[in-house]
């Protein structure tokens, strides 16, 4: 089976907006005969920057052929300083479709009610909220924030138009976490190779488990 390989440039409006510089040097980034996705999130800013700032991302990277994931609402946790739930974080259906229409971006990552790092209590995505911006654009739709999240509530995000699913935490648990079964079997160990393996195996099954959720086993 032949499977492609994406390069994913995650939150360049992390990047632009500190160095400013993002937009203009993407050019360097681009890589020949590797699938690319790059991501800007100017979420942080008002709707009209964010709008102005995700449309030149994609105005660069299109005559590319490579598309752009652009990112409204909010999600919470320690990339947004963002309590889960306060400043109505939530992304506006109307507000999406116009958001998509003056972009001409090619995904849409919403703010539902999810949050970056470790959760303190169990999440509810609004689901509701989720359809209605499916209604609205017709661009595939993405979720942050997805560690921690119950399977059940993945599923029926997916169920509800959602294309993609971020995690990064719990991979990085995941990680660890083989690491230090290792480290513990063997603590005199100091071939990271050796350990780093355990970590990437552990994350390897996470993933599997993943895709059985997700319902795309057999469809990397």
């Not at 229409?101 to 509701?128: C, Q, W």
């Not at 990271?192 to 488990?209: L, T, W």
Request: charged fraction near 25%.
């Amino acid at each position: 089976m032949y499977t492609y390989f994406w390069i994913h440039l995650d939150t360049l409006g992390v990047f632009g907006v500190l160095t400013g510089q993002g937009v203009r040097d993407l050019s360097k980034f681009f890589i020949i005969d590797i699938r690319e996705v790059y991501m800007i999130d100017g979420s942080k800013l008002s709707f009209a920057e964010n709008i102005a700032l995700t449309k030149r991302v994609v105005d660069a990277c299109h005559p590319c052929s490579i598309p752009v994931e652009g990112e409204l609402g909010k999600v919470g946790g320690k990339e947004d300083d963002l309590v889960n739930g306060d400043d109505n974080p939530y992304t506006d259906p109307e507000e999406a479709r116009e958001f998509v229409m003056r972009t001409a971006v090619d995904s849409l990552a919403v703010g539902i009610g999810t949050s970056h790092g470790v959760y303190k209590g169990v999440p509810k995505v609004n689901v509701e909220r989720l359809s209605e911006i499916r209604s609205a654009v017709d661009v595939p739709l993405v979720l942050h924030g997805t560690s921690g999240v119950p399977d059940d509530q993945v599923r029926e995000c997916v169920r509800r138009g959602i294309c993609k699913v971020n995690y990064a935490t719990d991979l990085r648990i995941a990680f660890t976490n083989g690491i230090k079964d290792y480290l513990q079997q063997y603590p005199d160990a100091i071939d990271p190779k050796k350990y780093a393996a355990c970590g990437m195996e552990e994350v390897m099954q996470y993933v599997m488990q993943k895709m059985d959720v997700i319902g795309r086993t057999g469809n990397a």
